[in-house]
């Protein structure tokens, strides 16, 4: 019984990362249809083995779903190593995450907000990368 619970919580655990995890992606995967953006996404393979050594995608936005990005950084910043940095350049936001079988890099670039009218406080420009490293 004992062994049961441990091995429940394990896997809770883990789903639970996953899952977590996996809310940049699915935001990167539903703006990555959407008209204003533009999606590039890069393979490296292992010329011997074949095998996927490295992915890197690439997602470009313009207005539409920035704040919304912005929220999914922030919503998983606690699930890895997380780094902000505001200037008058725009943000700028990375999370570096380490599992068993790959690492992952999740940057975001926005430009610098608007200051003025109706568009106050959002992003018009934004950049997302995300670097997986299979190990």
Known sequence: MRRLILIL???LGTLLAAMAQNSIDRQVERYSAIG???FTSAV???PRT???QKVVKVLELYDKGVKALIDAF???SSNGDFTEKRDSKGLTMILTTSRPRQNRVYMLKCDSPYSFGAYAGSYGHAKVT????YK
């Open 130 to 133: 995300i670097i997986i490293r």
């Open 9 to 11: 919580f394990f896997t």
């Open 36 to 38: 204003q953006s533009r």
């Open 74 to 76: 922030k919503a998983e």
């Open 44 to 46: 490296e393979r292992d």
């Open 50 to 52: 074949r095998r996927v």
